[in-house]
């Protein structure tokens, strides 16, 4: 699948470009977080194309260490289109000028280590790496506190997350006002710093937090230097110190100039379970309170991205809205491995097959319904493919490489969104039927 989805070739000034399109037709350009994770799989099979999907991303850079959210390498961002893309002009350009979770270095080791073929790897992009990190302490941590900031709810990836609601208001992601909100950052041409000195609506995430410090912890290893460690420690400790909230339990990102947090439970409050230094009681309580309970995100399948016990939580699908509730892939890959570093084994099992079990019944698809295991949105899509780093070593001989690319059709995506909407109505109809008929017999 991920062979059908390659897409390869060279920009008319002759720059190569060799990367995983997350899922075609709905998603053909290359995505910063996605092509991690691509290159995270892809290592198992063909190391080849994991290196060349992360050298292509840095390629996608520009020199003073930005790399972009998406780059459209073979196809641009046409003017009909720029509005809802975050790029410099509304005429488009060849990349969006915001960011997105930047895992590149974690990624980058993960690959290097699965690479005994071509050990120049490891180092040949550490300036690059080294830019690219230093990039965002310089341009998204202003106030020094360690923990960088988001200034678009996209930035994440977790783009409607409820957790960004009281932040952006009118400018959320899946609302008119997003438009607003790329305007308004194109007219400060994307100078983050003067973006966040002057507005409000800037965020220090949790998760893109913890990505970071792995990452700073991958940086350090790549590069020897322990200036990078450091770095990560300051990263870990301010989740710990700023984010956590004792009584209730979860890390809480924290809005604005104020810090204020953002008390919403939504799986990336659970994420420092990543991190090394997560002090074991702070563990067995996320742990505990939070992904095991039933009430909240131990549901029957995989781990849904926002508590069922959230009044905003909706399992199904929702046009413009896929990080309110649906399960993703991404999400199981960072947490079951915590959870069976911290002992919780059978949990971690069970939670691993609940997926094996969801992509059997419906391929790889970009997210799932946590209560039904109904498939739902794109299909073939890249990530999900993370559920075979989950589980026992594969032998790279057994994948066919069919290599000849994917193309979907438009067609299929609209009858398969049509078909999603309307079970989902039916669902929603059939709930609030039975719920005015439990009132009136109540009355
Ligand atoms: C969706 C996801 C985002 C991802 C993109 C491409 O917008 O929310 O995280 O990067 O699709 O797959």
């Given at each position: 699948?991920?062979?059908?989805?390659?897409?390869?070739?060279?920009?008319?000034?002759?720059?190569?470009?060799?990367?995983?399109?997350?899922?075609?037709?709905?998603?053909?350009?290359?995505?910063?977080?996605?092509?991690?994770?691509?290159?995270?799989?892809?290592?198992?099979?063909?190391?080849?194309?994991?290196?060349?999907?992360?050298?292509?991303?840095?390629?996608?850079?520009?020199?003073?260490?930005?790399?972009?959210?998406?780059?459209?390498?073979?196809?641009?961002?046409?003017?009909?289109?720029?509005?809802?893309?975050?790029?410099?002009?509304?005429?488009?350009?060849?990349?969006?000028?915001?960011?997105?979770?930047?895992?590149?270095?974690?990624?980058?080791?993960?690959?290097?280590?699965?690479?005994?073929?071509?050990?120049?790897?490891?180092?040949?992009?550490?300036?690059?790496?080294?830019?690219?990190?230093?990039?965002?302490?310089?341009?998204?941590?202003?106030?020094?506190?360690g923990?960088?900031?988001?200034?678009?709810?996209?930035?994440?990836?977790?783009?409607?997350?409820?957790?960004?609601?009281?932040?952006?208001?009118?400018?959320?992601?899946?609302?008119?006002?997003?438009?607003?909100?790329?305007?308004?950052?194109?007219?400060?041409?994307?100078?983050?710093?003067?973006?966040?000195?002057?507005?409000?609506?800037?965020?220090?995430?949790?998760?893109?937090?913890?990505?970071y410090a792995l990452s700073l912890h991958a940086l350090a290893?790549?590069?020897?230097?322990?200036?990078y460690e450091r770095r990560a420690a300051s990263t870990e400790r301010?989740?710990?110190?700023?984010?956590?909230?004792?009584?209730?339990?979860?890390?809480?990102?924290?809005?604005?100039?104020?810090?204020?947090?953002?008390?919403?439970?939504?799986?990336?409050?659970?994420?420092?379970?990543?991190l090394p230094s997560?002090?074991?009681?702070?563990?067995?309580?996320?742990?505990?309170?939070?992904?095991?309970?039933?009430?909240?995100?131990?549901?029957?399948?995989?781990?849904?991205?926002?508590?069922?016990?959230?009044?905003?939580?909706?399992?199904?699908?929702?046009?413009?809205?896929?990080?309110?509730?649906?399960?993703?892939?991404?999400?199981?890959?960072?947490?079951?491995?915590?959870?069976?570093?911290?002992?919780?084994?059978?949990?971690?099992?069970?939670?691993?097959?609940?997926?094996?079990?969801?992509?059997?019944?419906?391929?790889?698809?970009?997210?799932?319904?946590?209560?039904?295991?109904?498939?739902?949105?794109?299909?073939?899509?890249?990530?999900?493919?993370?559920?075979?780093?989950?589980?026992?070593?594969?032998?790279?001989?057994?994948?066919?490489?069919?290599?000849?690319?994917?193309?979907?059709?438009?067609?299929?995506?609209?009858?398969?969104?049509?078909?999603?909407?309307?079970?989902?109505?039916?669902?929603?109809?059939?709930?609030?039927?039975?719920?005015?008929?439990?009132?009136?017999?109540?009355?």
């Amino acid at each position: 699948m991920l062979a059908g989805n390659w897409r390869a070739g060279a920009l008319a000034d002759g720059t190569p470009y060799g990367f995983t399109c997350p899922s075609p037709p709905r998603y053909r350009h290359q995505w910063y977080w996605d092509s991690c994770f691509h290159a995270i799989v892809w290592r198992h099979f063909q190391p080849a194309r994991a290196r060349e999907e992360l050298r292509t991303l840095i390629r996608g850079g520009r020199l003073d260490g930005f790399i972009p959210h998406t780059i459209f390498w073979h196809d641009s961002a046409g003017w009909r289109r720029a509005p809802f893309y975050a790029t410099h002009s509304v005429r488009g350009n060849r990349a969006t000028a915001h960011m997105q979770t930047p895992l590149l270095a974690l990624a980058w080791e993960l690959v290097a280590e699965a690479s005994p073929e071509a050990p120049g790897f490891r180092t040949e992009a550490l300036d690059a790496l080294r830019l690219h990190y230093d990039w965002l302490e310089r341009h998204r941590d202003p106030d020094g506190d360690g923990l960088i900031s988001i200034i678009h709810p996209d930035e994440s990836g977790l783009d409607d997350s409820p957790k960004y609601d009281g932040v952006f208001g009118w400018m959320s992601h899946y609302q008119p006002g997003y438009v607003w909100l790329v305007e308004r950052s194109r007219r400060l041409r994307y100078d983050s710093r003067a973006i966040i000195a002057r507005y409000e609506e800037h965020v220090e995430d949790v998760m893109v937090n913890v990505f970071y410090a792995l990452s700073l912890h991958a940086l350090a290893r790549l590069t020897g230097e322990s200036g990078y460690e450091r770095r990560a420690a300051s990263t870990e400790r301010a989740l710990l110190e700023h984010c956590w909230d004792e009584k209730r339990g979860l890390f809480w990102d924290l809005a604005g100039r104020e810090h204020a947090p953002q008390r919403i439970s939504t799986w990336s409050a659970l994420a420092p379970l990543a991190l090394p230094s997560l002090p074991e009681p702070i563990a067995g309580r996320l742990i505990e309170e939070h992904l095991l309970d039933r009430r909240r995100y131990a549901a029957p399948y995989a781990i849904p991205s926002v508590s069922m016990e959230e009044p905003s939580f909706r399992a199904g699908w929702h046009l413009f809205r896929c990080w309110r509730g649906p399960a993703w892939i991404n999400t199981v890959w960072l947490l079951a491995p915590a959870l069976r570093r911290f002992g919780y084994e059978a949990a971690a099992d069970r939670v691993v097959a609940s997926c094996v079990e969801l992509v059997e019944h419906h391929g790889f698809r970009e997210y799932y319904n946590p209560l039904t295991g109904d498939g739902l949105a794109a299909r073939r899509f890249g990530w999900s493919t993370l559920l075979i780093d989950l589980l026992p070593p594969v032998d790279p001989g057994a994948a066919q490489d069919t290599s000849s690319p994917f193309e979907g059709s438009i067609r299929d995506e609209l009858w398969s969104m049509g078909a999603e909407a309307a079970t989902e109505t039916r669902r929603l109809a059939s709930a609030t039927v039975a719920d005015v008929m439990a009132r009136l017999r109540g009355r």
